[in-house]
């Protein structure tokens, strides 16, 4: 197996570039961050009180740093979603391993954070189906899975023509808090 923290890959289709996060991506991100009609999308669960709703560039360049801190100190992955249209960032996606005493163990928990105008089924199914496949290798996992709140149809839609399933099972937080909304998808449905 690859180890996805010593070097990052790289993913790409004819819409899209999946890269490693870099502070300079601030700037483009800020528009997807402060984008008050795609944040209630984003998935802050376990994330501390941060609802990645970012109004200034200063907030948005912290954020950006720490998710480079944390791929440097092995906690997760946080790729730059790059719209190869307009060469600007659409959004992130973060990966890593979980492994805990819930039904969410042995799994690679997916976060996605898209603008509004790319979250649509077609988008998202493109996005997913580029870093699914290798996500189980790149985390040595047995089960993808991530969040889509009820209001997300277009998501929930892409998510369920990629195989996943909503569960009812709970995600726990680190402080006993439960989550739900979150599909899975196991490795032996590829």
Not at 35 to 44: I, K
Not at 108 to 116: E, P
Not at 142 to 161: F, N, Y
Request: charged content about 30%; some cysteine.
């Amino acid at each position: 197996m690859k180890d996805v923290y010593a070097e990052c890959p790289v993913f790409e289709n004819d819409m899209f570039r999946l890269r490693l996060i870099q502070e300079t991506d601030a700037e483009d991100l800020l528009s997807v961050y402060s984008d008050p009609r795609a944040v209630p999308l984003f998935n802050s669960d376990n994330c501390n009180g941060d609802d990645f709703y970012y109004r200034t560039i200063e907030r948005m360049k912290q954020a950006a740093a720490f998710w480079e801190d944390s791929y440097r100190s092995r906690w997760f992955v946080r790729w730059t979603i790059i719209d190869k249209s307009t060469g600007k960032a659409a959004g992130t996606i973060e990966l890593f391993r979980r492994d805990s005493d819930d039904f969410f163990t042995d799994c690679g928990l997916l976060r996605l954070d898209l603008g509004s105008r790319y979250e649509t089924q077609e988008i998202i199914t493109g996005i997913i189906q580029l870093i699914l496949a290798p996500a189980y290798e790149l985390f040595g996992c047995s089960m993808i899975a991530t969040k889509a709140v009820p209001a997300a149809a277009g998501r929930r839609r892409a998510l369920e023509q990629a195989g996943f399933r909503l569960t009812e099972q709970p995600l726990k937080g680190h402080d006993g808090t439960e989550y739900g909304s979150y599909y899975y998808r196991t490795k032996e449905r590829i």
